[in-house]
């Protein structure tokens, strides 16, 4: 009679485990993972979005000439690629100060061709890009935008003439430096040219030449070697650059 027996004891373990209940001495069978079949497509996982990031905002400053290009002769035999490297460094030094971002063409007395410093200022995506120049003529500074005429941005520019695409920005840069300066009371001219590397840069581009700063009934003359002159002419550019940093977020 034990199979009897034995059938009763199988038939209540059925019955409990269809009432939800497990005989004592029985334990709970493993979790079972259904295999996904090949053919069925998988769900993506969710995306999430993400805030987008501006570029930062760099300033390229390139201290024109270097080495064997030496630049114009000023007063008292000074070099021009030296006047230049001072006020580039100086405009470095003020800029890092307020947080601003600075590449510089060189630190040093190098020779730098001009595709070499368009390079580097394209390499770096600036928003704004200034060439420092001096010259002992005229008075206060000089400042020069590109003479191309404005075209529409493209993915591939022509690299003689990329600054065309960039020529409507590089007057509004040149429009804020130059209400910086005035309120120095720094005389200010503005021109048009076409030279190297200006036309080859990808983004808005002014140079700005230092020239001696001549007496008159507001402003005391200065060679263009007299530290506090230069002081004055590096804290309006950079005010001039914090101003463009709104804009350029904006």
């Keep these: 009679m034990r199979w009897i027996e034995a059938a009763a004891a199988l038939g209540m373990a059925a019955v409990a ?10 334990q709970a069978p493993p979790a079972v993972q259904m295999p996904q079949s090949e053919g069925m497509p998988t769900v993506p996982a969710p995306v999430i979005p993400q805030p ?3 570029p930062p905002f760099v300033v390229v400053v390139d201290a024109a000439h270097g080495g064997s ?17 001072g006020i580039a460094a100086r405009l470095r030094s003020t800029l890092r100060a307020r947080g601003i971002v600075v590449v510089t063409t060189r630190q040093g007395d190098v020779n730098l061709m001009p595709v070499d410093r368009a390079q580097i200022a394209n390499r770096a995506q600036g928003a704004a890009c200034l060439t ?26 022509p690299w003689p003439t990329a600054q065309s695409a960039y020529v409507t ?9 130059d209400s910086a300066l005035a309120h120095t009371q720094i005389p200010v001219s503005l021109g048009r040219a076409s030279v190297e590397p ?4 990808t983004c808005p581009e002014v140079a700005v030449e230092v020239a001696p700063l001549v007496g008159g009934h507001v402003t005391e003359a200065r060679p263009v070697t007299d530290a506090v002159y230069q002081k004055s ?7 001039a650059l ?7 977020k904006q």
Excluded: N, Y
């Design 52 to 54: 987008v990031q501006p």
């Design 198 to 201: 200006m036309d080859s840069l």
């Design 17 to 26: 485990a269809g009432l939800g209940q497990s005989p004592a001495s029985s």
């Design 169 to 177: 920005q590089s007057l509004k840069l040149e429009s804020e430096i």
């Design 233 to 239: 002419v590096v804290d309006a550019v950079a005010a």
């Design 132 to 157: 420092i120049h001096a010259t002992a003529t005229g008075s206060g500074v000089h400042l020069f935008t590109s003479s191309l005429s404005p075209t529409a941005s493209s993915r591939f520019l």
């Design 242 to 248: 914090e101003q463009w940093r709104s804009d350029w």
């Design 69 to 85: 290009d030496t630049g114009a002769r000023l007063s008292g035999g000074i070099e021009e690629k030296e006047i230049t490297l």
